[in-house]
């Protein structure tokens, strides 16, 4: 690429017929040396600017994908403590479903027994009562047999 100063060092040959005027030459070179100074000039820095903007762009894009990242990780593992809660929380409920069935089954194992208590008890009030039946008609008769005696 020229550079402004290459511009304005570029001397042209001196012809003697039908060259161009120097002082024409000279201005238009300083003329296009000006203009090309502030192009090369703002050609430099648009250059450094877009460099400084892929440089940003390089580090958006490694932040996104740190983002990105981040985020699969976030939701891998909401969803891995959303399913050891529901792990535990089956395994809550099944062991109070076990406790609950235990507490029903051992009531019902003492309803058994209080309930053979109570026909042992209605077994052992009929034999007293038959008993007591016995020793009061026992004892009715020998009263009959001690009134007939009296009289």
């Given amino acids: ?3 402004p100063l290459d ?26 040396t000006v203009d ?4 090369y000039k703002e050609l430099t820095e648009l ?24 985020l699969v990780m976030a939701q891998t593992t909401a969803e891995e403590v959303k399913n050891v809660a529901k792990q535990k929380a089956d395994q809550i409920v099944e062991e109070a479903k076990a406790s609950a069935q ?8 003492e309803i ?9 008890i209605k077994k052992q009030f009929d034999i007293y009562k038959a008993k007591m039946e016995s020793l009061l008609i026992s004892q009715l008769e020998l009263l009959k047999e001690v009134n007939k005696n009296d009289e």
């Fill in 47 to 70: 250059r450094a600017k877009v460099e400084e903007l892929n440089s940003s762009l390089a580090q958006y894009k490694s932040i996104e994908s740190t983002l990105q990242n981040t």
């Fill in 36 to 39: 090309y100074s502030k192009n």
């Fill in 102 to 109: 235990k507490q029903v089954d051992d009531l019902n194992n």
């Fill in 112 to 120: 058994v027994l209080k309930q053979k208590e109570v026909d042992d």
């Fill in 7 to 32: 511009i304005e060092n570029k001397r042209f040959a001196k012809q003697m017929m039908n060259g161009y005027n120097v002082e024409e030459v000279d201005d238009f070179l300083d003329e296009l």
């Fill in 1 to 3: 690429m020229i550079t």
